[in-house]
Every structure is written in structure tokens, then in C-alpha cells.
């Protein structure tokens, strides 16, 4: 004979199959502090020509230095470092000219 606890077990385990995830209220708990905002976006750093340069800025606190290819069509030319994820335009202005 099974315990009073093991039927309501299989009970509760044979309700989970029938009952749609999305219909489960969500658990909440007060100890639990809710998620952080998302950080602000960042604006693109505008260059002339098509290579950027990042060094994470920050002096000794930076990364590595990226030379980075901007890549696009026309005048829309783009890149993000892969470090800092800083993302770099073209102004569409030809360096030199």
C-alpha cells in the first residue's frame, strides 16, 4: 500500500503532464531582488576614413589596442571592438582629401 505522501506525488506528477507550463503562476520569492535595468545604449563613435582605433580608454585599465576595418557600403561604413564592444561609423570623410 502506498504512503498518503507517495499517492499525492504521483498525483501532482501526473497533473504536471496535463497542465500547460504557461498556465503555471510564477514562483516569487521576497529574497530575491529583481534584475538590473539594461545599460544605456552607448552612441557610436564617429571617425573619418575606415579604420578606428580603441584602446578601451582608462589608461592602464583599457585593453589591448584594436585597430578595427570598418566595414559597410557607401558612406554607411561600421565596426565594433571586440574588446569593449565600443561600436565606431564612418563620418564619410576620406582621410587626407
Known sequence: ???YAAMLSRTLLSLASIIPYSL???TTSPNIPPPPPPPPQVQPIVVDGDLAVC???GGALGHPVEYI???GSGSKLAGICKYCNLRY???GKIMGH
Open 24 to 26: 503555471i503562476p510564477p
Open 69 to 71: 576595418t570598418l566595414k
Open 1 to 3: 500500500m502506498l504512503s
Open 89 to 91: 561609423v564612418s563620418s
Open 55 to 57: 584602446e578601451g580608454g
